[in-house]
């Protein structure tokens, strides 16, 4: 049998760094077994009411959780001892999450998004979880700060993301392409199955929530009339592909090619997805296997973050189309100004 796990591919990447300390590797290993007791608890979601789980308590008497908080603390009491982290930041949570004292402190800082598209969870649509790792920038004997959380993208040291789909799969990049495994329920080890994934140059995708289409910018509207126009050239018409969670609309994208969009509008003047838990770590992935990824006008990687919990507009997808996207808006803004 010619297969490879999560733990060995991580190792044998690491092997190509003579100075790596196999921290990283150990730290992503710790990140795998969080998602998989997530992703076991999100297959048994149907069964909540069955199983009388309804209410504030279950049959143990314990307290039912929202599956988004479940994931929340189960990435936080996965990581915080590890001995790899300094730091972490979660979308759920205000502050950010300081490792006890009483645990070895490491030199990473990780940010997620536990439950990514969790408005989806009681249809059985799937949903993710989105982590992004930066290396810490404070001294190592000081506490670690708001600070080393608020890093620009091109900083991360890896990032990825486990969709809780048709099956349970884990795709993470840590700079040298981006890997793709998919968990096998019955011995309950993620398996390399897709190689280093490579983004179609161009797509014939489009993803957005055309709900807003009245509140977008002149520009937007333009580019989603021209992607519905007939014209073999450029493969014209596109398919319209929108599943409302990130995880899932950016994960096929990458795989099949396409342009995933949450623009700013005139109700959400900055959009809608975080920067660090959601828009930053996809970012990262997609450059990687070829794609692009802007807030519309700036290479989203380059955003120096003001704030942990802050929003930004996204364009992210096949190279080709997100250029298309970003001149169809600053036409309009030319027009505008004149
Ligand atoms: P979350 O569940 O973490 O709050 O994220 C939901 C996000 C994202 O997954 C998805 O792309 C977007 O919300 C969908 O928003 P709309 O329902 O406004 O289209
Ligand atoms: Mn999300
Ligand atoms: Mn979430």
């Given at each position: 049998?010619?297969?490879?796990?999560?733990?060995?591919?991580?190792?044998?990447?690491?092997?190509?760094?003579?100075?790596?300390?196999?921290?990283?590797?150990?730290?992503?290993?710790?990140?795998?077994?969080?998602?998989?007791?997530?992703?076991?608890e999100v297959?048994?979601a149907?069964?909540?009411?069955?199983l009388?789980?309804?209410?504030?308590?279950?049959v143990?008497?314990?307290?039912?959780?929202?599956?988004?908080?479940?994931?929340?603390?189960?990435?936080?009491?996965?990581?915080?001892?590890?001995?790899?982290?300094?730091v972490?930041?979660?979308?759920?949570e205000?502050?950010?999450?300081?490792?006890?004292?009483?645990?070895?402190?490491?030199k990473?800082?990780?940010?997620?998004?536990?439950?990514?598209?969790?408005?989806?969870i009681?249809?059985?649509?799937?949903?993710?979880t989105?982590?992004?790792i930066?290396?810490?920038?404070t001294?190592?004997?000081?506490?670690?700060?708001?600070?080393?959380?608020?890093?620009?993208?091109?900083?991360?040291?890896?990032?990825?993301y486990?969709?809780?789909?048709?099956?349970?799969?884990?795709?993470?990049?840590?700079?040298?392409?981006?890997?793709g495994?998919?968990?096998?329920p019955?011995?309950?080890?993620?398996?390399?199955?897709?190689?280093?994934?490579?983004t179609?140059k161009?797509?014939?995708?489009?993803?957005?929530?055309?709900?807003?289409?009245?509140?977008?910018?002149?520009?937007?509207?333009?580019?989603?009339?021209?992607?519905?126009?007939?014209?073999?050239e450029?493969?014209?018409?596109?398919?319209?592909r929108?599943?409302?969670?990130m995880?899932?609309?950016?994960?096929?994208?990458?795989?099949?090619g396409?342009?995933?969009?949450?623009?700013a509008?005139?109700r959400?003047?900055?959009?809608?997805?975080r920067?660090m838990y959601?828009?930053?770590?996809?970012?990262?992935?997609?450059?990687?296997?070829g794609?692009?990824?802007?807030?519309g006008k700036?290479?989203?990687?380059?955003?120096?973050?003001?704030?942990?919990?802050?929003?930004?507009?996204?364009?992210?997808?096949?190279?080709d189309?997100?250029?298309?996207?970003?001149?169809?808006?600053?036409?309009?803004e030319?027009?505008?100004?004149?």
């Open positions: 049998m010619n297969f490879q796990t999560l733990a060995r591919h991580i190792i044998e990447e690491e092997r190509k760094y003579p100075e790596a300390t196999g921290e990283l590797s150990s730290l992503l290993h710790d990140l795998s077994l969080a998602t998989k007791v997530i992703s076991l297959n048994k149907g069964l909540v009411d069955i009388g789980f309804t209410g504030d308590s279950n143990h008497g314990e307290q039912v959780k929202k599956l988004d908080i479940y994931a929340h603390d189960m990435m936080v009491k996965a990581m915080d001892h590890g001995g790899h982290l300094c972490m930041a979660s979308e759920e205000e502050d950010i999450i300081h490792i006890p004292p009483h645990f070895h402190i490491g990473y800082v990780l940010l997620f998004d536990p439950l990514d598209g969790s408005s989806n009681d249809a059985n649509v799937s949903i993710g989105i982590f992004s930066y290396r810490r920038i001294p190592d004997d000081q506490v670690a700060t708001m600070e080393d959380c608020l890093q620009p993208g091109h900083k991360q040291v890896a990032a990825g486990v969709i809780y789909g048709s099956s349970t799969m884990l795709v993470y990049t840590a700079g040298n392409g981006v890997h495994f998919t968990l096998d019955a011995f309950g080890e993620y398996i390399l199955s897709h190689k280093k994934i490579e179609p161009k797509s014939k995708i489009y993803s957005i929530n055309e709900g807003n289409y009245l509140y977008w910018h002149t520009g937007l509207k333009k580019y989603i009339k021209y992607l519905q126009e007939e014209d073999e450029s493969g014209r018409p596109y398919s319209s929108y599943i409302g969670s995880v899932a609309d950016v994960h096929r994208n990458l795989l099949y396409g342009i995933f969009m949450y623009p509008d005139s959400n003047p900055n959009g809608k997805l920067l959601e828009c930053n770590p996809m970012a990262f992935i997609i450059e990687q296997a794609g692009k990824a802007s807030d700036r290479r989203m990687l380059d955003i120096q973050p003001e704030k942990l919990h802050q929003r930004v507009p996204i364009f992210i997808g096949s190279e189309d997100v250029k298309t996207v970003e001149k169809f808006m600053a036409e309009e030319v027009k505008a100004s004149k």
